[in-house]
Protein backbone atom coordinates (compact mmCIF):
# COMPACT_ATOMS: atom_id res chain seq x y z
CA UNK A 1 0.00 0.00 0.00
CA UNK A 2 1.15 3.24 -1.05
CA UNK A 3 -1.10 5.87 0.84
CA UNK A 4 -0.71 9.23 2.30
CA UNK A 5 -0.70 7.76 5.82
CA UNK A 6 0.87 4.30 5.97
CA UNK A 7 3.44 5.98 8.10
CA UNK A 8 1.73 6.30 11.00
CA UNK A 9 -1.19 3.69 10.49
CA UNK A 10 1.00 0.97 12.52
CA UNK A 11 1.87 3.74 15.05
CA UNK A 12 -0.14 3.43 19.04
CA UNK A 13 -3.07 5.73 19.53
CA UNK A 14 -1.75 8.60 21.71
CA UNK A 15 -2.43 9.08 25.24
CA UNK A 16 -2.30 12.12 27.09
CA UNK A 17 -0.72 12.15 30.54
CA UNK A 18 -3.00 14.95 31.95
CA UNK A 19 -6.28 13.87 30.64
CA UNK A 20 -8.25 10.74 31.27
CA UNK A 21 -9.86 8.94 28.38
CA UNK A 22 -12.85 9.48 27.78
CA UNK A 23 -15.67 7.02 27.29
CA UNK A 24 -17.67 5.52 24.05
CA UNK A 25 -20.44 7.07 25.93
CA UNK A 26 -19.67 10.45 26.50
CA UNK A 27 -18.28 10.70 23.44
CA UNK A 28 -21.06 9.72 21.69
CA UNK A 29 -23.07 12.52 23.78
CA UNK A 30 -21.20 14.98 22.20
CA UNK A 31 -22.45 14.69 18.69
CA UNK A 32 -26.27 13.50 19.76
CA UNK A 33 -28.88 15.96 18.52
CA UNK A 34 -29.84 18.61 21.05
CA UNK A 35 -33.18 20.43 21.76
CA UNK A 36 -32.61 24.32 20.67
CA UNK A 37 -35.54 25.42 21.70
CA UNK A 38 -35.79 24.25 25.18
CA UNK A 39 -39.53 23.62 26.37
CA UNK A 40 -40.89 24.51 22.95
CA UNK A 41 -42.42 20.97 22.68
CA UNK A 42 -44.56 21.34 26.16
CA UNK A 43 -45.76 24.91 24.75
CA UNK A 44 -47.02 23.22 21.77
CA UNK A 45 -48.35 20.49 23.22
CA UNK A 46 -50.46 23.05 25.60
CA UNK A 47 -51.56 25.01 22.64
CA UNK A 48 -53.09 21.96 20.95
CA UNK A 49 -55.08 21.05 24.38
CA UNK A 50 -58.42 22.46 23.81
CA UNK A 51 -60.39 24.29 26.02
CA UNK A 52 -63.63 25.65 26.15
CA UNK A 53 -65.29 28.77 28.38
CA UNK A 54 -68.30 27.43 30.59
CA UNK A 55 -71.85 27.82 29.45
CA UNK A 56 -74.09 29.81 30.77
CA UNK A 57 -77.86 27.82 31.96
CA UNK A 58 -80.93 28.91 31.39
CA UNK A 59 -83.04 29.32 33.91
CA UNK A 60 -85.38 26.38 33.02
CA UNK A 61 -82.10 23.79 33.16
CA UNK A 62 -81.17 25.17 36.56
CA UNK A 63 -84.35 24.21 38.08
CA UNK A 64 -84.32 20.86 36.36
CA UNK A 65 -80.36 20.37 38.10
CA UNK A 66 -82.06 21.92 41.38
CA UNK A 67 -85.26 19.06 40.77
CA UNK A 68 -83.10 16.23 40.02
CA UNK A 69 -80.88 17.46 43.32
CA UNK A 70 -84.18 17.11 45.12
CA UNK A 71 -84.84 13.27 44.28
CA UNK A 72 -81.12 12.32 44.76
CA UNK A 73 -81.40 13.78 48.22
CA UNK A 74 -84.45 11.63 49.02
CA UNK A 75 -82.91 8.97 48.60
CA UNK A 76 -79.50 9.81 50.18
CA UNK A 77 -79.25 6.70 51.98
CA UNK A 78 -79.29 4.65 49.29
CA UNK A 79 -76.41 6.00 47.52
CA UNK A 80 -77.84 5.88 44.13
CA UNK A 81 -76.22 5.45 40.67
CA UNK A 82 -75.92 9.14 39.40
CA UNK A 83 -75.24 10.77 36.04
CA UNK A 84 -73.45 13.86 36.20
CA UNK A 85 -71.95 16.21 33.65
CA UNK A 86 -69.98 19.26 35.29
CA UNK A 87 -67.12 21.99 34.10
CA UNK A 88 -63.89 21.27 34.84
CA UNK A 89 -61.71 24.31 35.18
CA UNK A 90 -58.44 23.90 33.40
CA UNK A 91 -55.74 24.89 36.12
CA UNK A 92 -53.33 26.28 33.58
CA UNK A 93 -55.50 28.61 30.97
CA UNK A 94 -59.26 30.10 31.01
CA UNK A 95 -61.79 27.86 30.48
CA UNK A 96 -62.11 23.88 30.78
CA UNK A 97 -63.77 21.10 29.64
CA UNK A 98 -67.07 19.63 30.14
CA UNK A 99 -67.00 15.77 31.83
CA UNK A 100 -69.18 13.40 32.40
CA UNK A 101 -68.98 10.18 34.97
CA UNK A 102 -71.49 7.89 36.55
CA UNK A 103 -70.94 7.60 40.00
CA UNK A 104 -72.35 6.62 43.45
CA UNK A 105 -73.97 9.36 45.17
CA UNK A 106 -72.46 9.84 48.81
CA UNK A 107 -73.36 12.87 50.32
CA UNK A 108 -74.32 16.96 49.23
CA UNK A 109 -72.39 19.10 51.43
CA UNK A 110 -74.18 22.43 51.89
CA UNK A 111 -71.58 24.26 53.65
CA UNK A 112 -69.15 23.76 50.27
CA UNK A 113 -71.72 23.58 47.77
CA UNK A 114 -70.63 20.68 46.41
CA UNK A 115 -71.59 17.06 45.62
CA UNK A 116 -69.04 14.39 46.27
CA UNK A 117 -69.17 10.54 45.01
CA UNK A 118 -68.47 7.47 46.91
CA UNK A 119 -65.43 7.03 44.29
CA UNK A 120 -63.97 10.77 46.09
CA UNK A 121 -65.33 13.51 43.03
CA UNK A 122 -66.05 16.72 44.93
CA UNK A 123 -68.30 18.29 41.80
CA UNK A 124 -69.24 21.71 42.77
CA UNK A 125 -72.73 22.40 42.38
CA UNK A 126 -72.50 25.67 40.03
CA UNK A 127 -70.00 23.45 38.06
CA UNK A 128 -72.91 20.90 37.26
CA UNK A 129 -74.65 21.19 33.37
CA UNK A 130 -77.21 18.27 34.23
CA UNK A 131 -77.68 15.61 36.77
CA UNK A 132 -79.63 12.34 36.88
CA UNK A 133 -80.52 9.54 38.80
CA UNK A 134 -79.28 6.68 36.72
CA UNK A 135 -80.99 3.14 36.92
CA UNK A 136 -78.99 -0.12 36.56
CA UNK A 137 -80.42 -3.30 35.62
CA UNK A 138 -79.20 -6.29 37.95
CA UNK A 139 -80.64 -8.86 36.11
Known amino acids: MS ?32 AALTGYDAVIKETERNIEEKRI ?6 AEINENLQLIQEKKNEHPYVYISYFEKD ?11 ISQ ?11 ITIDGNEIPI ?3 SSIYLYEIDMK
Open 91 to 101: IKKEGGIYKTI
Open 126 to 128: EDI
Open 3 to 34: GKYDDIMSLQHPTSKKHPRMSRQNRAAQFSPF
Open 57 to 62: LSEDAI
Open 105 to 115: YKHLDEYKNIL
